[in-house]
């Protein structure tokens, strides 16, 4: 079981995911009426960037956790635009049958291990000839995190059991199978400089290892990550990045 997360904390970072997230929305083409489904929308970054590009249209929000969607409702009022906040797990259908122009997904998907069941829920809520674009942690992400946290904990990192890290071959295979039609689907490294010391502990702690931590007390908690973050070369995090683009096959 998946700890929930620091939404408050999660929202204060400077996160590469703002420059994920738009690139995932340059890659819909947008007339400005369209209904737009955020998958794992988390506080809603990509959602209110994605609200300014529909004057005339909706943005969907799925979310599973409660602390990131406590956190994203408390900015609705913030931002101006049509949404529909939606409580659901990915794997679990969405209840929104062929109604979507188009699904992004920044950094969620590699929490989910099962990618088929995933894929089909999204062509069920796709329009015919509607585009997928995801951004997720592929294949080698985060390796080198990896090592070091289990080279200072003494402990696996259960890794596999958290995250699914898809090689390129697989998320194409589920793609297919889902019905959906791969237009680009590539890994691509994308290494996470951080400013100091002190910024690549918080990140480490509420987003990266969160779930490998969450076992110990507080005091053992801050010991391993100071202790992972100073054998981290360059204050870095090897983020290798999926980025899928797909479309609904037309029936």
């Known amino acids: 079981m998946l700890n929930d997360w620091d939404s408050k ?66 900015q609705l009022k913030d931002h101006p635009g049509t949404f529909e906040v939606i409580e659901a797990d990915l794997l679990s259908p969405f209840g929104l049958p062929n ?52 080279e200072v904990s003494k402990t696996s990192a259960d890794a596999k059991e958290i995250w699914n890290f898809s090689s390129v071959a697989d998320a194409i295979d589920n793609l297919q199978a889902a019905g959906l039609s791969p237009e680009s689907v590539v890994l691509e490294e994308d290494p996470l400089y951080l400013k100091n010391k002190d910024e690549l502990e918080t990140f480490l702690r509420t987003i990266v290892l969160k779930d490998q931590i969450a076992k110990y007390e507080s005091i053992d908690q801050k010991k391993i990550i100071q202790e992972v973050a100073e054998k981290l070369p360059n204050k870095s995090i090897d983020y290798v990045r999926l980025k899928i683009i797909a479309k609904k096959l037309g029936s």
């Open 9 to 74: 904390t999660y929202s204060t970072l400077e996160l590469p995911h703002l420059n994920w997230g738009k690139k995932a929305i340059g890659h819909l083409d947008l007339a400005g009426n369209e209904t737009i489904a955020d998958l794992g929308a988390g506080t809603g970054r990509d959602s209110f960037a994605l609200a300014k590009l529909l004057p005339k249209g909706k943005v969907i929000m799925v979310e599973r956790s409660r602390a990131m969607l406590a956190t994203l409702r408390e």
């Open 99 to 150: 109604s979507c122009d188009g699904a992004i997904s920044v950094a969620a998907f590699h929490w989910i291990h099962d990618h088929l069941t995933l894929f089909k829920n999204i062509a069920a809520i796709l329009k015919d000839d509607c585009p997928l674009v995801a951004d997720c942690g592929g294949e080698t992400n985060i390796a080198q995190v990896i090592a070091c946290y289990e």
